[in-house]
């Protein structure tokens, strides 16, 4: 039985930086917050990072995003080029975090500011997350055109669409329309096609982005 909700809460605590910040590029062609540097002040500012970066800085952002997104698909069953898992690690190097130690136990800052600050913010993160696991549910949508980063709060952490309402019936009406293209007539083409428009406007992070404005 597939255990994909239609809808998806974000990943917790701050794990949703790393989600929020891999989703700032809609694939394959979409929009780009990351697109030049007003946008890219305008994300960090709106996520609480007062940074102003240059340009090389914002390549580095958006190289940044772009491997961490190879990253996250290990955990959706991709493979991790090695090439890709050296340059994000020599990426957050630049990221220096501290341990900081008080009632509540430890925990990891930093002092850096800028470009260096986000990515300490996004390197506890990641350190975190991988130490109690919740990183392995951070997953890139199975589907080509999606790509959306999600996080699986599935029972068996076994979910592969960001959202069974709109990429697992797309995938649904795709494979309907495999199994059924020497039977069907051109109409049930089109009925199955509806449904995969429906589902797109129905994409959940385009909500979101709607609600947002
Ligand atoms: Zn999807």
Redesign the pocket.
């Known amino acids: 039985m597939d255990e994909t909700p239609t809808t998806r809460e974000p990943a917790p605590g701050p794990l949703a930086l790393v989600q929020d910040f891999v989703n700032t590029a809609e694939l394959p062609g979409g929009y780009d917050e990351l697109t030049d540097i007003p946008a890219a002040v305008t994300w960090l500012d709106a996520h609480g990072f007062e940074v102003n970066p240059d340009e090389s800085q914002r390549r580095r952002l958006v190289e940044t995003r772009e491997h961490l997104r190879t990253l996250i698909g290990v955990n959706s069953g991709l493979s991790l080029p090695a090439h890709a898992a050296t340059r994000l690690g020599k990426l957050l190097d630049a990221a220096s975090v501290h341990p900081v130690v008080d009632a509540g136990g430890v925990r990891l800052a930093s002092a850096a500011r800028g470009v260096d600050g986000f990515l300490a913010a996004l390197l506890a993160a990641l350190l975190q997350s991988s130490i109690d696991g919740s990183f392995r549910r951070l997953k890139v949508?199975r589907?080509d055109t999606?790509q959306?980063t999600?996080y699986d709060n599935s029972k068996n952490g076994c979910g592969t669409?960001?959202?069974m309402r709109?990429?697992g019936s797309r995938a649904k009406a795709r494979a309907y329309r495999e199994r059924h293209r020497h039977e069907t007539a051109s109409g049930g083409d089109s009925e199955a096609a509806g449904v995969a428009v429906v589902a797109r406007a129905r994409?959940p992070h385009l909500l979101r982005r709607r609600l947002a404005e």
């Open positions: 949508c589907s999606c959306w999600f669409w960001c959202s709109s990429c994409r």
